[in-house]
Structures are given as structure tokens and as C-alpha cells.
T-cell receptor
Framework: GAVVSQHPSRVICKSGTSVKIECRSL??????MFWYRQFPKQSLMLMAT?????????EQGVEKDKFLINHASLTLSTLTVTSAHPEDSSFYIC????????????FGPGTRLTVL | LAKTTQPISMDSYEGQEVNITCSHN???????ITWYQQFPSQGPRFIIQ???TKVTNEVASLFIPADRKSSTLSLPRVSLSDTAVYYC?????????????FGAGTRLAVHP
């Protein structure tokens, strides 16, 4: 149980284009999902908190107009990187909050974005 | 948000027990302690979670002293495949939510 998937696993795009990444909780409902970014040899950096049915909450320094987040259902959140640039190349990871007594986060496998 | 401090790296050999200690002096009453394992180019994988005393599952044990200001992840008889980065995080509680902030983690290298 508690499986989170991401699609695509890897994407290469041209500078200036937009890329959408999907995060799905496969066997549980997640009212809250999170988006992280990880650069090589570094730790995960929280970008935003995605709440079902409401606007996402962005961390300081993260441009909300560049990283569009939509959480339209209890099992799906999407992150769209708009007008991507080479510096947006990174490993993007989502997590979903499984509610219960201990409120655990489960992570997706990640999406490798390369912007040419 | 409770900050965590872990050793940057550790080395071990196959078959040994590895203990990774994490300090979290500012842990809140409702916070749980969760450990994740991450391999290169993969998302973090949940290992174990606890609130106090000792928790054991099929892969690890988690020891938490009474004051909860630290915790120790114990990996019995490690193998080469346990080489990974291990993250200790505090937060996440029922009834509300506290976002998880990742520290640097501990890079464990298991040698033959």
C-alpha cells in the first residue's frame, strides 16, 4: 500500500516550452501533496504544498507563476514548469500525505527534467 | 519547524549493524520522527516512523529516548544494497499538518 507514481519519469524539452508532471496516489486519497526539487548531490528542497480544491502554498523564493500546481482530485496533483530554461533542469519529486494516526508522507519515484 | 542534525557520512562493512543518530532538540509534542532512504535518481523510500520508545519493522529499528530530542535508526546486518542517503525528519501529525523539511541526510557507504 501507499504507492505514489509520477509521470513522466524523464523528460527532455527545449528552452521556452512548458512541461507538465503528474503525481498520483494509487491506493489512497491524498488531500495534501508536496512538490520537491533536488539538484545533484543535494538534499530535497520543498517547493510547494498542494491542497486538493484550493490554491497551492509556495515556499519562499519559488515563483508561483513559473511552477503552476493543480490538485484537482484526491489522487492527482500536477506541476507545470512554464517557459522552461536550462536552470530549471532538475529532479522533481512529489509526495502524498497519507492521513491516519501518524500522517506519513510517501514519495513518488521522481521526474528528471532536462531543458536544452 | 524542528531542525534535525545528522552525521554527513558513515562507512560500514557488509554484515555489520549500523546506527545513525539524529538530533532534534526542538521537536514538538505532536511531531513524529520519520526516516527515509534514498538511492540516486529515486524518490525517498519510507523506512520507519515512531513517536517514542522503540519501533521495529522488517528492515530497521528506531530508538527514541524519553526526552525525544534524538533518535537512532538501526540497520541490522547491512549489505552493499544499503548504500544510500538516509534522512531523519520530524513533523507530520494527525489533526493538522507540519510540512517536512529535509536536512542534508547521512550518506552511508557499505563496503565489501
Amino acid at each position: 500500500g501507499a504507492v505514489v507514481s509520477q509521470h513522466p519519469s524523464r523528460v527532455i524539452c527545449k528552452s521556452g516550452t512548458s512541461v507538465k508532471i503528474e503525481c498520483r496516489s494509487l491506493d489512497f486519497q491524498a488531500t495534501t501533496m508536496f512538490w520537491y526539487r533536488q539538484f545533484p548531490k543535494q538534499s530535497l528542497m520543498l517547493m510547494a504544498t498542494s491542497n486538493e480544491g484550493s490554491k497551492a502554498t509556495y515556499e519562499q523564493g519559488v515563483e508561483k507563476d513559473k511552477f503552476l500546481i493543480n490538485h484537482a482530485s484526491l489522487t492527482l496533483s500536477t506541476l507545470t514548469v512554464t517557459s522552461a530554461h536550462p536552470e530549471d533542469s532538475s529532479f522533481y519529486i512529489c509526495s502524498a500525505r497519507s492521513q491516519g494516526n501518524t500522517d506519513t508522507q510517501y514519495f513518488g519515484p521522481g521526474t528528471r527534467l532536462t531543458v536544452l | 519547524l524542528a531542525k534535525t542534525t545528522q552525521p554527513i557520512s558513515m562507512d560500514s562493512y557488509e554484515g555489520q549493524e549500523v546506527n545513525i543518530t539524529c538530533s532534534h532538540n526542538n521537536i514538538a509534542t505532536n511531531d513524529y520522527i520519520t526516516w527515509y532512504q534514498q538511492f540516486p535518481s529515486q524518490g525517498p523510500r519510507f523506512i520507519i516512523q515512531g513517536y517514542k520508545t522503540k519501533v521495529t519493522n522488517e528492515v530497521a529499528s528506531l530508538f527514541i529516548p524519553a526526552d525525544r530530542k534524538s533518535s537512532t535508526l538501526s540497520l541490522p546486518r547491512v549489505s552493499l544494497s544499503d548504500t544510500a542517503v538516509y534522512y531523519c525528519l520530524v513533523g507530520g501529525f494527525s489533526g493538522g499538518y507540519n510540512k517536512l523539511i529535509f536536512g542534508a541526510g547521512t550518506r552511508l557507504a557499505v563496503h565489501p
